[in-house]
């Protein structure tokens, strides 16, 4: 998928092109060491990605006016920075669906950590650009609740209110030692049905005919 930095760097290229004279190129390239007099710019970027995003440049482009002539390099350089940052977090949208904006930009004098390098070319002349990217989706942290709820222990509970409760160990011990009732064998006849009521005798019928016996009628031996 792609990221802000990978939405930067194409839209860079583009503006970079179109705005500056010449129509310099730029181009991924090993990092090396700025140049004395180095400078750049740093953006804040909030939304579904968010974090720092800052781009530095070779000290010696500033004598090349690649923004025009009399126009105040570092000053330029600053608003189409801007721009493109801007550019990169439309880009983000349309590639990935994900919503973020510019919501700080100021000057910087230089980043420890390097993400990724390019090289602008202009006819013979090359500079190094060096870009600091710490733009990432936010980490999700899960309710408080959820993290504090302790393992499911109903075995154990149940254990507990039988060891508390008396009776619930008496019903338990009734239930164990009540005599079983010994299942019918074939042949045998079914239990007297006289005493019933009709529905009952109607439901013991369909029982015994279920388990192959002949049902007894009141007042038959």
């Known amino acids: 998928m792609k990221t802000y930095l990978d939405c930067w760097a194409q839209v860079a290229r583009d503006l970079f092109a179109q705005a500056l004279a010449g129509e310099p190129e730029l181009t991924d390239a090993l990092p090396k060491p700025l ?3 180095s400078f750049g710019f740093a953006a804040t970027i909030q939304g579904d990605e968010e974090g720092r995003f800052a781009v530095e440049f070779d000290g010696s482009i500033l004598e090349a006016p ?3 002539d009399g126009v105040d390099q570092k000053a330029g350089w600053g608003e ?5 940052c801007d550019a990169a977090a439309g880009e983000l949208l349309v590639k ?8 700080g ?5 230089g980043e420890a950590q390097i993400s990724r ?3 602008l070319k202009s006819g013979e002349r090359v500079w190094t650009v060096l870009v600091h990217d710490e733009v990432r989706a936010p980490r999700s942290e899960k309710p408080a609740a959820e993290q504090l ?3 499911s222990n109903t075995g154990t509970e149940r254990l507990r209110h039988n060891f508390i409760h008396p009776e619930s160990q008496a019903g338990l011990a009734q239930e164990v030692n ?3 009732v010994n299942p019918r064998r074939p042949g045998s006849p079914c239990p007297e049905s006289g005493s019933r009521s009709a529905l009952g005798n109607s439901l013991a019928a369909q029982d015994c005919v279920g388990a192959g016996l002949s049902p007894r009628r009141p007042g038959s031996s």
């Open 149 to 151: 709820q302790p393992p």
């Open 66 to 68: 690649l923004l025009g």
């Open 96 to 103: 990935t669906g994900k919503k973020c904006r510019v919501t």
């Open 35 to 37: 140049e004395a007099g």
């Open 117 to 119: 390098a390019f090289q």
């Open 105 to 109: 930009f100021e000057q910087i004098s």
């Open 178 to 180: 009540s005599p079983r």
């Open 80 to 84: 189409l920075l801007r721009e493109t």
